[in-house]
């Protein structure tokens, strides 16, 4: 529209004039094919850095999380370090040899014999300190 058809037109009405004519700009671009050029750009674009992540991820292993939920995939990639500790502390061979676990167990009887001479031994069943706090 020429600028000497907005002189007559108040305020209010060249911005009706504008609106009017940009819905006919969009009638003719969805005329020629539905999207314009730099809607399609940005379609490539996006199609293309989509494209380039999976491949990325595929040739180094990566794993894609596009929805930026949370994964447990940073935990699960961690190495397990319990054979490590396993093998820190030397193997202890008191658990395969009977004599050695005989002899422990004759040690822990006669000096539950002698506290009991003593009178530190432990309680008869249900004669503990919780059964002697009850009946206070």
């Given amino acids: 529209m020429p600028l000497w058809g907005l002189a007559g037109l108040t305020h209010c009405e060249k911005g009706l004039r504008d609106r009017h004519d940009t819905s006919e700009r969009e009638k003719g671009r969805e005329r020629r094919g539905g999207v314009g050029m730099s809607s399609l750009r940005s379609l490539l674009t996006a199609a293309a850095v ?15 999380n596009p929805t930026g939920k949370r994964s447990p995939h940073k935990i699960l990639r961690k190495k397990l370090i319990g ?3 396993a093998q820190w502390y030397p193997y202890d061979i008191k658990n395969d040899d009977p004599l050695v676990q005989a002899r422990e167990e004759k040690e822990r009887l ?12 432990p309680p008869k069943k249900g004669q503990g300190r919780r059964a002697v706090k009850r009946n206070k």
């Fill in 50 to 64: 989509k494209g380039v992540t999976e491949a990325r991820a595929a040739i180094f292993g990566h794993v894609l």
């Fill in 83 to 85: 054979e490590q500790v």
């Fill in 110 to 121: 006669a000096k539950l014999e002698m506290l009991k001479r003593r009178g530190k031994g």
